[in-house]
């Protein structure tokens, strides 16, 4: 009789339609589940009942159903209610206490209560999630200790909420003590903990598994947060009495606490040896005191480990108008001198911090963010280097810097954002030049031609560094581009660059090394190029030009043996350059031109020398 009543079952859903349904998946193969009405007696006999490996239950409809049973020879190894609060008498038959097989449940349980437990707690749980607990007691706690000791993952809210319900320090003691493999990637416990009595509440905590590596708190007073992981700090600890490590293997720390304070931030920081996300809120009543307050020495504590990554600091007006106004612009500098190697800081209520004095922003590999960051970003006021390597940008967002912060920004940095394109160089400088900008980095952008150079050199900007390093389409016309740029209305004396990186640009042939010879890039004192196709052309331009440093190997150029001499080798070029009317022009073609054109009587390297190079490596 069992299967028909299941039979039954799915023919109430499909007769109320698709909001309310039953998935079961066994291995019996496409067709052949036990639910369908197709199959028959003869097929039951050749394929034997199977475990299903879920059953999702969605709709109100469903309620219908009470008489219903899913039957103990069919058990489902996950159980997932969306939509619906289930009462006790929908969720008794669904929920079989012989069942094995179930890993995981998650249940909304606005309807159910202390009666329920039997139901709803399974030895063979690996996950567990219960929302909505305000109608059970302690004795929910209590019980999962004794029953569920294989947890792995635990979500518990708003628990023994309701009025006449009580929770003691006792049910989480039995809680902690029984579930002894939580490898949990997360705990979570969205319920007031202020609830148990302080001391008790941090003696209880020892009992946890130190496999814990995840916990998130709804509500904790900070004076329990540090009592917690160090009741040495509490008013009634004596040191006589030796304290084990608690949760020596947490990374992950979630807490809404009272205040925010210096020893809650030092003692999480010294404690959590293994910690790499840190999130802390607070939402005060008042104005604290120094005493419960954050200041730019509890700042300083943050990592003591090295090893956090995500760093969370907010102070919600949510209550009172309240504000971190103990923590300066030199709080933020001292944290951030331990926080360099962080992928993601959020900092809320700081309202003594400014942002007139933020000269550098370092943001490399901060891959999630994107343009709307950069709108932020151009309002600073003094910012003078920007590093945005490996960042989610685009052309457009590259614009929102046009408008503000590039009128004064000094050294700029987009190695690595692949979705850039030519259009990028237009929406940086939007027809405008920058007199500010000396250094700019476009290396490892697959999209950058030739013709984002051609619109650099006519923007006329006094760029002193240019990498272009792995740009498979940057060739011989942008070091021609560069090498004839006019910075000068009236005087032309070449390009201003002193260092510029071109190793393993796809495009550049034996052609462009005809454009490293004098009298073009006369301040030019770094150069980077690939030494293996151009060998010899690449010692003839190092014997020629001397005070060159020529890398070869894919090595970072760098500044720090440059001098101040830079017209020491400049001389008056009277001599009409015939690309500089290419250029201005826009006419011309790549790789136009006979090798006499170039002749220069000055060089101190002989036009046969160099087509001896040019020749030897064709």
Known sequence: MTPRLSF?????????????????????????????????????????????????????????????????????????FQDIAPSIDLLRPLLPHCNPYLRSLKVDCTRLDDSSLDSLLHPSLQELCLRNCADFSGRLLSELGRTCKDLRFLYLSSVAEKRGRSVDVLHLEEMLSGCTQLEVRTLILMFDVSVFLRHSFARVWALASPKLISLEIEYISSVMMTELLNPAVGLHQTSSHPWPSVLPNLQKLCLSVDYITDTMVSTISKCLVSLTHLDLRDIPIMEPRMAFDLTNNGL?????????????LVRSQEIAPTFFKRVNDLGILLMADKCSAMESICLGGFCQVTDTDLSTLDLRDCRNLGDEALRAISMLPKLKTLLLDGCDLTDAGLSYLSKGVMNHLVSLSVRGCKRLTDRCISSLFDGKSNPELRELDLSNLPNISDAAVLLLARSRILISELRMRQ?????????????????????????????????????????????????????????????????????????????????????????????????AHLQDYDDVDEFEEWLLGGGGGEGEGDDDDYEDEEQDMSDAEMEDAVGHES
Not at 26 to 50: E, I, T, V
Not at 504 to 512: F, H, K, R, V
Not at 532 to 539: F, L, T
């Open 300 to 312: 300083q504590q943050i990592n003591a480990h090295g090893k956090l990554k995500h760093l969370c």
């Open 8 to 80: 039954r079952l799915q023919r109430e859903i499909e007769r109320n339609g698709s909001s309310a349904w039953l998935s079961a998946h066994g291995n019996s193969g496409p067709g052949s589940s036990p639910f369908s009405p197709n199959s028959n007696d003869h097929d039951k006999a050749r394929h034997p009942l199977h475990p299903l490996t879920g059953l999702h239950v969605y709709g109100l409809p469903l309620l219908r159903c009470r008489n219903t049973l899913i039957p103990p020879q069919f058990p489902s190894a996950w159980i997932f």
């Open 471 to 567: 740009c498979p389409l940057i060739g011989d016309t942008s070091v021609m581009a560069l090498a004839s740029m006019q910075v000068d209305e009236n005087t032309w004396c070449g390009s201003s660059l002193r260092l510029l990186d071109i190793y393993n640009c796809g495009g550049i042939t034996q052609l462009a090394f005809r454009w490293l010879k004098k009298p073009y890039f006369p301040r030019l004192r770094w150069l980077g190029v690939t030494g293996s196709m151009n060998r010899d052309a690449v010692e003839a331009l190092a014997r020629s030009r001397p005070y060159i440093h020529v890398t070869t190997q894919g090595e970072e150029l760098g500044t720090e043996q440059w001098d101040n001499m830079e017209d």
